[in-house]
């Protein structure tokens, strides 16, 4: 059915709607044109919509095919983070002992003379001038707590000098009443609030609600930016609408000049929600359940929280150990109340309520207690092994096979560090692999790639470097087998390679180059010409059919 509507320009009766959007009304191409200018700022296909379990959400105002860009935006506000050594508080690069340079008005390092000057820096300068005194950092390379407050204070800076910018930062989610006497909020009223009182004089300027609720602000709705190490913290206004799914169906990422792109990691059907993962979609249930309980106060229960075989793939569930039985202990449920337990973290309460895991083969049941013990053990095992180990990775693949279905996250987790690692342990690379090894390459991620097209589809970092490791164990293959079978061998899996290789290039292609991702991509660029090259040559060299 087509809507009518007032059109943005005339307010006169108006049939057409922005095909891009499908968001504001026109009643001809010419008020179309006149407005675009204006338009294409706020021109996404998705619509703010509301509702009472998730706040303000996305919705997908048309199709959108996976790959497209849905959104770009510049940040509102970009500051440290909170925990951080000294870095430039212009740039956010990493300051060093003796190579800084101090603002001549307020004394706080800089990288250069020239982010001294950065409008960034306004509000901190502002507010150490008027204090009276200089700063003066002379410790480096260590958590500094001057820092803890400056990207709160540039929040708090704008209700008297942008009227504009303050209401768009009063109008994000702070969840003031939930995080109210847990350990952050009274770190956070200690650390940024009464610093902010003390050291900067502002008592009676910005009271502990004003300071509170910026700091909850920034906690819900920071986005910390890998751009540089360390990370720097940024505030966005629409994309802060976006919902959570641990399914999500896009993915956001940075480009090098610190704006964020959401990105459509699956085709998107007109009228559903847009959604991203906020917390690690390769942890488990439970874990990912906790940590957004902890950290933005909701109690997740889409699709994969639901389902106890997390969509088939049996992620968390544990092997029975019944004598003969070949079955997998799961809960009944992972959707438990948690949010009441996020006040007062104590680990010993943070188990399952679940009383028992029963096997869906034999029907027998094992305390919840006991379950819990052993992915202790078994996370305590995984914190320890040495790093960068291949030996040491399928050790516990072999080990914990025995307890843990193959697909379990401890599992993946641990398969996928193993399916990067081989072919990086020696200069010569993947030349230097036994077969064996190479096959397990190919085969891990293969597994890993299938397993994430699942549980998290919308994850194209991983999914895309897994297939960038997959082409070249592809590659190396066929070299060898070609060795044994003649050079025509090589042209099936040198194909096969390139098929790979280019969908990583086009999962990987909106990373910026600062992102080892972003590095993956531009080599990905460069090895399938390469790989075009020897197509056609070993194309030529086919013996003409008769
Ligand atoms: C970044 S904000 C998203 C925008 C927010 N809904 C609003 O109205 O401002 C994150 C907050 O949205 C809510 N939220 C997001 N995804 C959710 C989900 N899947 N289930 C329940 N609440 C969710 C939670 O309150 C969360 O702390």
Known sequence: MVSQGACIICLSPALQKCSG??????????????????????????????????????????????????????????????????????????????????????????????????KEHEPECHYTEKRGEKVNITTFGAPHPNYQCITVLRCLYQRDHDEKLWAKLQALQSHCDDRRDTDKWNNDKKMVAEFIWNFFKLEGVFSEEEIMKCCGILQINGHEVPLLEPEYVALFDRISMVEHNCR?????????????????????????????????????????????????????????????????????AIKCKKKNCKGYLLPETFILPILHKTKNPNPE?????????????????????????????????????????????????????????PSHFYMTDVSMALAQMIGQEVEQGLAMVTDDRLLLKTQLCRKITDLLEILAPAETRLRGTLLFEMHAAIAETGRRQSLIDGPMTLLGYVSESRRILSEAARLLRHEPPELPEGRLSRQAKINLLQMDDLIKSLSAALPSPL
């Not at 917390?279 to 249930?285: I, V």
């Not at 919840?368 to 050790?395: H, T, V, W, Y």
């Open 349 to 405: 309460n943070r188990n399952l309520d679940n009383k028992f895991w029963k096997c869906e083969t034999c029907k027998d049941s094992v305390s919840d207690a006991i379950i819990q013990q052993l992915l202790q053990d078994i996370g305590r095992e995984l914190s320890i092994m040495p790093k960068e180990d291949p030996e040491a990775c399928e050790r516990f693949i072999g080990h914990c096979g025995s307890y843990l279905h």
């Open 21 to 118: 959007c499908q968001n504001v009304h026109y009643c001809s191409k010419e008020h179309q044109k006149q407005d675009w200018k204006q338009h294409k700022f706020q021109c996404t296909p998705a619509r703010v919509k509301e509702d009472e379990k998730l706040g303000r959400y996305l919705e997908a105002t048309r199709d959108i095919k996976a790959g497209d860009i849905l959104l770009k935006e510049k940040p509102l506000i970009t500051g440290p983070t909170q925990v951080t050594p000294p870095v430039c508080l212009g740039c956010y690069k990493l300051l060093e002992e003796g190579k800084t340079v101090t603002c001549e008005l307020c004394g706080w390092p800089f990288c250069s003379q020239d982010c001294t000057a950065r």
């Open 248 to 316: 999500a169906n896009c993915n956001k990422s940075f480009t090098s000049n610190g704006d964020i792109i959401l990105v459509a990691g699956v085709n998107i059907p007109s009228g559903s929600h847009i959604s991203v993962c906020y917390t690690d979609p390769m942890w488990g249930t439970e874990a990912r359940r906790h940590h957004l309980a902890d950290s933005k106060f909701f109690e997740c229960s889409c699709e994969r929280c639901s389902d106890v075989t997390e969509l088939g793939t049996m992620y968390s």
